[in-house]
């Protein structure tokens, strides 16, 4: 799933992007029966992510080097492009990427690196908090203001925003995680929702369709009904994008963690 996913899929002006899944625009759902959901599975150490170096990588594993070949654009679908090539969950504020251009990446990197090059010149850089989920945030506090008065958006920490997409992605994981339906491998949708000063989830709107209306009025139900485990902090705009994207089964272990638990009776 995707926060900014979506525009990447997302369409969003003014709104905080968070993905869980391949980074991917606001883009049409595509289901397929050869991939799953990428669902970021991040704790409560988001927080404590390290800045992307040239050709550094996760502590937890040294990513392959992949073929990039992305012009200069929009950053939005720069970002979309990198997510889909280096399969990496990215987390951003849509704010940030309004208005500025990525550099041209074109060979062969390491995705770190790949990022790195992508982000050149835009104020913003990179924060690895998983081997396979990076946050963009700016480099600077003054880099990440935006260009009209946000008295919010400035005192809101970077961080911290960037820690809560954790929590929001975690709750919705488990959520879809729990529902035979919502389960990863079929499908592919982007959404937008508003989360009420209580932390719970009081609108939504989808940006694309997954092609099976249950899924979708499943989605729209799961969404509306949950509660986050802790309440918006200073500096979140609403609405939040998500982007439930796909990948390869192989490579993750979506509800492994539920699964688990229901083995154990711990889940109805």
Known sequence: ????????????????????????RGVAGRPSDARRL??????????????????????????????????????TSALESYGATSRREVLYDARLATGRLSGEVRGVFAPSEALQILLDGTGLVGRLTSENAVVIVPSSPAAGQPTTPDVDARKGDPVIRARYYAVVQERVRDAFCRDTLLR??????????????TGSVQQTRLLSKTGDDRVDSAIETTLRGLRMNEVPPPGISQPLTMVVAARPSERTQDCAGIDAIRTSGGVN
């Open 184 to 197: 990863p491998g079929r499908y592919r949708i982007a959404v937008q929702f508003w989360i009420a000063p």
């Open 1 to 24: 799933m995707q926060i900014g996913h979506s525009r990447p899929p997302w369409e969003t002006i003014d709104a905080d992007t968070m993905s869980i899944g391949y980074l991917s």
């Open 38 to 75: 990428c669902v970021l599975i991040c704790l409560c150490m988001l927080g404590a992510g390290s800045d992307v170096s040239m050709g550094q990588e996760s502590p937890i594993a040294a990513a392959p080097r992949l073929t990039f070949d992305i012009p200069s654009q929009p950053l």
